[in-house]
């Protein structure tokens, strides 16, 4: 059974990578939060084990620790973990800016080091189906594709006490790079890891009256001439979990749109449109984690590792340019 340690515990996804842990069939056996109170509440509520540091954390010597935690302060514990060899799934936002996550990903290179990113939709079907239209020559060059996430309001998070997310200087941006980054990962994944250039970029902030922005879309093209479109937002007009999710990309033979619970694929070489099982967003953490643990036994790299979160936030970077 993994042992897996969860560093940063006051992170408004900490519950999800518990719970995705334990749905993996792992044992979490550390929790920890620079907050004292913070960590003996999580402790206390699910039944884990308090560690009173990230040296303590680190001293327990877990499989694999989830690092989160503020932007400005998760670079440091990171490579502290780094450094002591653990593997880790470094949560994002996890620097104020790709200046402050690049010695990590250098850090990570020196060492050879497991480092996964949690960009849960990658586990979606979708891309289950791509990789196996693609490997029988059924998939055709992709012609474009759309990637959307719009979330409820941006008030959510001072509710699950993380207002610095709202904060630019801390956060270091709004809903494209909180949420976007999603969407970016996944163009640059369907480009094959080409960089990408920005066509056109556009934010919003008039909803809401906060200091980030509240809505951006993105144009990207592909050196091959794939069209990718981003959109992220804090604009979905309710609180509850959940929101505005679509994943869609058109390749020569295949049409897929992702929907989060529901998923279709369309070819047009046999004139099929089939229906794919689902993967719910809220249980694609779980998807993510055993697909790690399973990585990480084998030796094989993460799904979405370090280096691809940098490239991500690279290109975020000069989205915000074309709008500056």
Known sequence: MARVALAGV????????????????????????????????????????????????????????????????????????????????????????????????????????????????????????????KAVGRLGPVSHAQFRIVNGPPERYRLDEVPWVLDPAIGGGGALRNLGIHGIDAALALAGGADLAVVSASIDRRLHGEAVEE????????????????????????MAPGGDFEWRVSAGNAYLVDRGDACRVATLDDGRVRDLAPIPPADRYKAFMADTLDRLARGAPPSVGIGDYLQAMRLIDRAYQEVA
């Open 10 to 133: 006051g992170h408004w996804h900490a519950g999800m990578h518990l719970e995705a842990a334990r749905s993996a069939g792992a044992e979490v056996v550390a929790a920890w939060d620079p907050d004292p109170a913070v960590t003996a509440g999580f402790a206390a509520r699910h039944g884990v084990p308090a560690q009173p540091s990230i040296e303590a954390v680190i001293a327990a010597k877990p499989d694999l620790t989830v690092v989160m935690g503020r932007p400005d302060q998760v670079p440091a514990l990171a490579l502290a973990c780094i450094e002591a060899g653990l593997p880790i799934v470094l949560e994002k936002p996890a620097a104020v800016s790709t200046a402050a996550l690049a010695p990590l990903a250098e850090a990570a290179r020196r060492r050879g080091l497991f480092v996964a990113v949690p960009l849960p939709n990658r586990c979606g079907p979708v891309w289950a189906e791509i990789e196996a239209l």
């Open 215 to 238: 809505y951006a879309i993105v144009v990207l093209r592909a050196p091959d001439g794939m069209i990718a479109t981003v959109e992220a937002g804090y604009t979905y007009a309710s």
